[in-house]
């Protein structure tokens, strides 16, 4: 791809490589550039920075598993998946998860998705006929 992406988003991790995998896994991501501080991951749609939270703040924070939900957060992005059944599958495998209960948008359909370590999501998938 050529020049720096326009647009995308840090998500700050405890468990930078576990992170990692989930989205690069579930999203289709490629890895662009990792270090042991950080990982960029690419796809068609948007950029993501993987970013390890330092050890100091990260030795407050406890992951639960099955991850907790971090709902008290101002951002939740969302991108869009072939198949809400497909992710719901993998990401299980990834150590996520994604919502049984989904919505009708004007041309998709939505769940929210939970990452390994509770940062939400929501995950659309195309809909013919506008939803």
Same mark, same amino acid.
């Given at each position: 791809? +050529? ?9 700050? /991790? ?29 796809? +068609? ?9 330092? +050890? ?17 957060? /101002? ?15 993998? /990401? /299980? ?32 998938? +195309? ?5």
């Amino acid at each position: 791809m +050529p020049g720096p992406t326009q647009a995308g988003l840090f998500i700050y /991790a405890k468990d930078l490589e576990r992170v990692v995998r989930f989205y690069a896994g579930l999203l289709g991501m490629v890895r662009l550039h990792t270090d042991p501080e950080f990982c960029v991951l690419q796809s +068609p749609d948007i950029q993501l920075v993987i970013h390890l939270i330092p +050890p100091a703040y990260a030795a407050n924070i406890t992951i639960t598993v099955p991850p907790t939900p971090r709902e008290d957060t /101002a951002l939740k992005f969302f991108v869009t998946v072939p198949s809400l059944a497909q992710a719901r599958t993998l /990401a /299980a495998t990834l150590s996520g998860s994604v919502a049984e209960q989904c919505w009708n948008g004007p041309g998709f359909r939505a769940c929210n998705a939970v990452d390994p370590e509770g940062n939400i999501l929501q995950l659309r998938e +195309p809909c013919l006929g506008g939803g």
